[in-house]
């Protein structure tokens, strides 16, 4: 005997409550329960489909937070300054502060800190792009590592944001695209 067919629009429902939640009152304030209930749903609708608060928080990040779109500026200085913008809106959104407590939740479990990797290379896809384009140009050598640079872009941010509890105003990202960028271009012959 088959089990019951997904529902699509309950899960965008729970999906949306979860949300709403989130960046109202944060990730340790956030129960499967209280999902269940804003979404007019029953705990058992969250249970059957999430096994855990953590599931269920990566699958509603990956589904509502704001797109990191790929701009071709033509030079690498100008699209890490763009792609800092758009790491900085996430980094500011009020869900930001519970990213602790969903980090420690993650190393319990496996199946919630996989999709979370998967949502986070999906959303550096763009600085990746950036980087074969810089690297096209002979602005940066082949053989940069692009790990490096994810932590070199996302790290101040996340200190900034999670460590020192202040904003990313935009003269912060502009100096940060900057050290990045003579980082990255430190010893090539063909700076721009």
Known sequence: MAGRPRNPELEKRLLQATWDLLTERGYDALTLAEVATA???????VYRRWSSKAQLVVDALTEHLPPIVALDTGSLMT????????FAESWSSSWIDGV?????????DPDAELAFRRMAEGRGAVLSQAIDRAISRGEIAASTDRALIGDLIEGPLMHRRIAGRQALPPEFLDTLAVVVHQVLTAGSSAKR
């Open 79 to 86: 699209d890490l300054r763009s792609i800092l913008g758009a």
């Open 39 to 45: 979404a007019g749903a029953h705990r058992t609708d």
């Open 100 to 108: 602790v407590a969903l980090s420690a939740d993650l190393q319990r």
